[in-house]
Every structure is written in C-alpha cells, then in structure tokens.
C-alpha cells in the first residue's frame, strides 16, 4: 500500500534523524524543516539521542571515548600484583607475554625480577614497587582492575588456586590471540595482493577465531 509504505519511511526518517542528532529533516525541495516544526506548530523539545524502541542513548563524547587497556592484558598483571606467589611459577610465560599497552612490559619486567622475599605477600611486593619506581604503574593497574566484572578473582581475597587457574588460561589465551593477530595481518597482506575465495575464506577463519576468544576464561570449567 503505496500510501502506508510513505507513512513508514517518514517515521523511519524522522527516527534516523532523531538517532543521529540531528535539528532538521530534509526535504522533497532540497531545504529542511526542524524536528520542532510542523504545520507551522512546535513539538515538545527534543530530548537526548534515541535508540531502539527510543530509549535514550549516551551523549556522543562517551561512545568517542576510547576504552583503556586490554583487558586480558589487565587481569594477567593484576593476579601478579595480588599474588606474588604465582610469579615464579609462572615466570617464563610472563616473560614470553607480549603486551600492546604502553608501561605494562616494563611492569612485567619488574615482577619477574623482584626479589624473592618480596614475593610471599602483595604488601611486600607493593613496597619494592614503590621504591622501583612503579608503584603509579601498579596503582593504574589495579585501579582498572577493580572496575572489571571478574575483580574478585584478581583481588588478594581471591582463593590460589581460582587465581592461579584464570592466570594459567589468561597467558594461554594472550598467548593464541598474539598467533592469530600475526596470521591475520599475513592473511590481510595475501588478500591484498591475491583477492581470491580461498584467501578470503582464511581471513574470515581467523577473525573468526579472535572473536572466539574473547571474555574466554568466563567458560573455564568449575570456575569459582
């Protein structure tokens, strides 16, 4: 119905406009009228930004706003801050991890070569970070971590062996995630210079697999 599908693509309209926050509406003529005005009387004010079903979206400065560090990368530091003990047990991984985040290697560095008798207790370790030179490091670090989902089991109250489990999978996950960024920027260079399916069935594999890993030590079996 000619006359209902016009209806439907003025409101559609009018919410696109509305969503992208927008004053004026196009129209037929080329000119606009404002979101306010029609037949020459005013709406209410307009009000925030809408999404589905118009329910108010955040101002447009927090969705530009960009997110803090990665955050695997945050957990497997923040378990190492809150249980020293687990570093020399995990030593070597930690010192293959390979961190996108400015100040977070040097970090990693130091934890691995802290002595050993700072490594009993994280008021310990805390302390000779602070004479090092990394305790503003530290506190970031930690202060990122307590506004995450899965805190509690990065916090020193956390049980050893729920700690030492999510650090165990974390580095194994950062680890595969490190492998498949460097296969996808190989398989982006291979589409690029051949565009063909089997290239670009392989690119898809492998985003694929990223998105797999995402938020993966949620499925750790008996978490908890």
């Not at 926050?21 to 809408?50: D, K, M, Q, Y």
């Not at 920027?185 to 697999?209: G, H, M, Q, T, V």
Request: charged residues 30%; aromatic residues 4%; neutral net charge.
């Amino acid at each position: 119905d000619e006359t209902l599908r016009r209806h439907y693509a003025a409101d559609m309209k009018r919410r696109l406009f509305v969503f992208l926050g927008e004053t004026r509406l196009p129209s037929a003529r080329g000119g606009g009228r404002s979101l306010g005005e029609r037949r020459g009387g005013p709406f209410p004010p307009r009000g925030p930004r809408v999404g589905v079903a118009e329910a108010p979206l955040p101002p447009q400065s927090k969705l530009a706003r960009k997110a803090p560090s990665p955050a695997r990368e945050i957990m497997i530091l923040a378990i190492a801050l809150c249980h020293p003990e687990l570093i020399e047990s995990r030593c070597e991984e930690l010192a293959a991890a390979e961190f996108t985040s400015a100040g977070f290697e040097p970090l990693r560095d130091a934890l691995i070569g802290a002595p050993a008798e700072v490594l009993d207790a994280a008021p310990a370790l805390a302390e000779w970070l602070n004479r090092a030179g990394r305790g503003e490091e530290r506190e970031r670090i930690l202060a990122f971590a307590q506004g995450m989902p899965n805190w509690w089991c990065m916090r020193p109250q956390a049980a050893p062996s729920d700690a030492d489990l999510v650090l165990r999978q974390s580095l194994a996950l950062h680890r595969r995630a490190g492998a498949l960024h460097r296969d996808l920027k190989l398989a982006e260079r291979s589409l690029a210079a051949e565009p063909n399916e089997l290239n670009l069935a392989r690119l898809l594999d492998i985003k694929a697999n990223l998105a797999d890993l995402a938020d993966a030590e949620a499925a750790i079996d008996g978490f908890g």
